[in-house]
């Protein structure tokens, strides 16, 4: 009887093993389902948040963001005989056709006298990055403001380097000497008028100025990066080449960006007399106060 019962046990025991040999083997499988998710997960949450959009969403008009009459005036004298009608239209420019004004809009005011021409245009470039995980609006908008400077072929604005004492400098007219007991012969060209005040041999005359020069002339200021407009800001001055028939004529160009918009002022002169010449300095100044006035309308 004994025999038989245990015959009965074994087969019962061997499945209740077996059964619970699978239920270790399904949680354990389970549990590495579990496992290989979390770490997953925690992978996914370890790449960086998407930068947040630039601070301006659209773009203001131009014609209107640039009607001030104080400044326009000063830069686009009035023709004579204008009526009221077209001296309006002349200060109300007009729009650039665009495709997206969100994006990119521009305006332009023309002005021509017997004497002049003059010519303005100002232009708002909204930038807009596609893969803000990588780039935000901002980081785009001055890879195009460097573009923009680099055609200019302006230097990024960086410390400047200077040698410090004692290096050579190659550029030096008179290298150090180096037997003293010897002193090397002077340079001509620094060297002291002669006794009694006598110019040296061929030098102009005190107060005579030099051959090709004109008293008159006013200095020029050139091209350069700018401080305190925008977020960083660049002139380009251009004059055209002198002519025997052909007026030269002056384009002043200043680029701004400000968050994720570049703003463009190009302000030209163009007389109509030959030999006539557009102050440096006045062009200048005119068209900054115009950038400067577009700047703090985006900071409202």
């Known amino acids: 009887m004994q025999r038989t019962a245990v015959r009965r046990v074994l087969p019962g025991l061997a499945m209740l093993t077996a059964l619970a040999a699978g239920a270790a083997g399904l949680t354990g499988c389970t549990g590495g389902s579990d496992g290989g998710s979390t770490s997953d997960s925690k992978a996914g949450g370890s790449s960086a948040a998407p930068a947040q959009p630039g601070k301006y969403r659209s773009l203001p008009a131009p ?28 200060y109300a420019g007009v729009a650039d ?66 040698p410090g004492q004692g290096a050579a400098n190659p550029a030096s007219p008179n290298p150090p000497n180096p037997n003293p007991a010897n002193p090397s012969p002077a340079n001509p060209a620094a060297s002291p008028p002669p006794a009694g005040g006598a110019p040296s041999p061929g030098a102009p005359a005190s ?6 020069t004109s008293p008159s002339a006013q200095p020029e200021l050139g091209s350069r990066v700018l401080e305190g407009l925008g977020t960083e800001a660049f002139l380009d001055d251009k004059l055209s080449a002198a002519g025997a028939t052909a007026a030269q004529s002056r384009t002043v160009r200043i680029v701004f960006r400000t968050s994720n918009v570049i703003v463009k002022v190009e302000y030209s002169v163009q007389p109509a007399a030959p030999g006539t010449v557009p102050p440096s300095g006045e062009t200048q100044d005119k068209a900054r106060q115009l950038a400067q006035a577009l700047a703090e309308r985006f900071n409202e």
């Open 207 to 212: 107060g005579t100025p030099a051959p090709g």
């Open 63 to 90: 014609c209107r963001a640039a009607a001030d009459s104080k400044k326009l005036k000063a830069m686009l004298p009035e023709p004579e005989g204008l009526t009221p009608e077209q001296r309006d239209q002349l």
């Open 97 to 162: 056709a665009s495709y997206d004004g969100d994006r990119h809009v521009g305006c332009r005011w023309t002005s021509q006298t017997p004497e002049e021409t003059r010519l303005l245009s100002v232009g708002f470039e909204r930038v807009v990055s596609y893969d803000r995980g990588a780039a935000s609006d901002d980081d785009k908008a001055k890879q195009v403001y460097v573009r923009l400077l680099t055609d200019a072929h302006l230097p990024f604005p960086g410390p400047v380097t200077t």
